[in-house]
């Protein structure tokens, strides 16, 4: 009788002893289980393996480091952003459907109140995996590349880009001529007059000023001002070389825009000391003087 207690003793104690060892590491299926909860929905671990595991903790209080490896599998393809349409993001697909991936990097579990806290410190892919599924996307924010969608978006573009452009030259031609006013800068009220041509549809300006008043002691002289004018009419011209320079003169830049009836062109200097001007036409273009 007591032989057969021993033996039962004796079992009951392997019994918790391999409990114990079992519950020393994570299960086959915790560390996968775990990493398939952390990866993106629309990717499946396939087949999972722990090549090498170390307790860098104690006995008591493990801490396991694994090397793993395996297969995952795209089940819904991830997409990218081609281009821009309007706003409107085009997307392409990167990665198809069915493809399989391998992944392998190294996990860290650590025993903690009755069960395995388990967080990867390295993990890769290869090959790599970028994008993201199309839930991940916002409903009516995109378009998909090749799409009857993306075509009406290419034709759309197409025509207002010619509209802009046609009324760019439009712009360009209602511009050109000769113009007469005033500016205002460091010497006071100043005349001007500008000279406007156009090479593909780059402007040309001639700025001549000299002095209104015959109490006004500023020189007179000019210079050349080049730049662009854009389809609703407002221009910006930077200076580029003399044609008569005083002695102590800077050129200036200035930006406006032209009235709707093209008569009249009107903005600011951009120099210190410097505000506004007005000019109004007294030339069109190809129009000899009266």
Known sequence: MKNVVYIC?????????????NNNTPSDQQVPKELQMK???NLK????????????????????????????LVTEPMYQVKNHILGNPVLKVVVS?????NIFGISASKYERGSWQIRFEKLESSPKVPGRPISAWEAGKYVLAD?????????????LTKEKQDKIENNVSRIAGKWKGAYICGQGKMGL??????VANTLSVTFKFYPINDDNNAEKGSFILSGNIDDKGSFKLSPQSWIDRPQGYFMIPMQGHIDSAGKKLMGSIN??????????RIQAKNTPAA
């Open 271 to 280: 120099a210190k000391g410097c505000s506004t001007f007005e000019v109004k």
């Open 147 to 159: 799409s009857d969608q993306e075509r009406d978006l290419i034709a759309k573009n197409e025509k």
């Open 39 to 41: 990866l993106p929905h």
């Open 45 to 72: 671990v396939e087949n999972f393996t722990i090549e090498q595991s170390e307790n860098l903790g104690s006995e008591v209080e493990p801490l396991i480091k694994s090397r793993f490896s395996g297969k995952v």
């Open 97 to 101: 459907e069915g493809t399989e991936v």
């Open 9 to 21: 003793l004796k079992l009951l104690l392997l019994i918790l002893l391999s409990s114990c060892a």
């Open 193 to 198: 007059t500008l000279d406007v041509s156009s």
